[in-house]
């Protein structure tokens, strides 16, 4: 039996005081000292006409806006970003909207893009910290099936006239934010490994459209939040199929293995959009997970701000997190649970490679030896706390475990193994 990641000694739990690089804090003393701490821009226009700038493109698809200009306002209003946070943040904006440029580029450049047919993808959706990662990693190995990368997510449409494969430059920019998040945050990837060649979760490209969870992971915005929860996210799936066909047009296989706790909220929009998709639903008690993932998100908001608050990110996730439970078990009932298949975070450490064959042959794959063998090398790959050891605990964010009991009773009581 796996020992629980609670008991563990490693990363930090002074979330409130991040950890500075000593360059960095002498770097920010200077930005404030020159009054420079407001720059660059976020501006929404500025931030679209620098992209277009960069790229010589204009058409961004039509995309709605708001969604921009609504996490602007909440980021100016709340995130208390350090100088580097925001260049980083005006970084990311720019890239998401050069991304989209170039992608909507190559539709019109090929249009059979758009009309490349994308098998019944495999998509896991559990709860955060509950073995989805470990799960993605291993079901991704199967030479049949296909995931999206890290350097693939940060740039999904290629850089035009530069060479493919191990040369292609959205490798090298991968590889550079990788050692920069490692010197920024040495401890966070012993929370959640950010790795350029690695499977990644496919949330970063429905953020493309401005409606996902990746600001509020990493950012103090509960305006946004709280916007975002009330939003239709039809416009931001369905760009995500096209940026997948997209990245199909560029390398196979075509069948997609999708993963990120976002599609909780979302899974009849999921359903929609892939109608043929097999939803995996990772479990684990949330009264071990919660503390968990309100640690990652306190060591992510530590990377842009020297503002941490980790009741408040207690306070928060705990609700949040229990709305996407709420939620998606609202959708699988309103089906009768088809095209779901549930996976015990306890039967994963057990028996990987017994769940994942029981997940191949619920999504209609045949048993292959070559993929039994690729399955197997990636496990043997992938050492428990390669990256370190996560410490945390539920107090740190005031929180109880009676307090994240009580919140997912019904949860708990349908799906907590009974010992």
Not at 157 to 168: H, Q, T
Not at 242 to 255: A, K
Not at 402 to 419: G, L, N
Request: with cysteine.
């Amino acid at each position: 039996m796996v020992q629980g990641p609670a008991k563990l000694q490693g990363t930090s739990r002074e979330y409130s005081r991040p950890y500075r690089p000593t360059a960095l804090k002498a770097a920010h003393g200077l930005v404030r000292a020159l009054r420079l701490h407001d720059l660059p821009s976020l501006d929404p226009d500025r931030l679209i006409a620098r992209a277009r700038r960069a790229e010589g493109l204009n058409d961004l698809g039509e995309p709605d806006l708001e969604p921009l200009r609504v996490l602007v306002r909440s980021i100016e209003a709340e995130a208390q970003l350090h100088p580097l946070g925001r260049v980083a943040t005006a970084g990311r904006l720019i890239q998401t909207l050069r991304n989209r440029l170039r992608a909507v580029a190559e539709f019109e450049r090929d249009p059979t893009i758009l009309t490349r047919p994308l098998p019944s993808p495999i998509v896991i959706s559990g709860l955060q910290r509950t073995g989805t990662t470990l799960l993605h990693r291993l079901l991704a190995s199967d030479p049949r099936l296909r995931a999206l990368r890290s350097w693939e997510a940060l740039n999904p449409a290629a850089l035009r006239g530069a060479p493919r494969g191990e040369k292609d430059p959205r490798r090298v920019q991968a590889a550079r934010a990788e050692a920069g998040l490692k010197w920024l945050s040495p401890d966070f990837f012993a929370v959640h490994p950010v790795e350029a060649s690695a499977p990644e979760e496919e949330v970063l490209l429905l953020d493309h459209s401005f409606l996902s969870t990746v600001p509020e992971a990493t950012l103090r915005v509960p305006t946004y939040s709280a916007w975002l929860e009330q939003q239709d996210q039809t416009q931001a799936y369905t760009m995500l199929h096209r940026l997948l066909q997209l990245l199909t047009s560029q390398e196979g296989p075509d069948r997609w293995v999708l993963k990120t706790p976002h599609h909780l909220e979302w899974l009849d929009t999921v359903w929609n959009v892939f109608p043929d998709a097999t939803v995996v639903m990772t479990h684990r008690d949330p009264v071990v997970t919660v503390g968990s993932f309100c640690s990652m998100v306190a060591h992510g908001r530590g990377v842009m701000s020297d503002v941490v608050d980790p009741k408040e990110i207690g306070r928060d996730w705990l609700e949040k997190v229990g709305r996407m439970m709420d939620r998606a078990l609202a959708s699988r009932d309103a089906r009768g649970d088809r095209g779901v298949i549930d996976v015990q975070y306890a039967d994963l450490m057990r028996d990987p490679l017994g769940e994942i064959a029981r997940i191949r042959a619920a999504a209609s794959l045949e048993p292959d030896p070559a993929a039994d063998a690729a399955v197997a090398a990636a496990l043997a790959s992938m050492p428990k706390d390669r990256h370190g050891s996560h410490s945390y605990d539920l107090a740190d964010f005031g929180l109880t475990s009676t307090m994240v009991a009580d919140r997912f009773a019904a949860y708990r009581e349908r799906f907590t193994p009974k010992r």
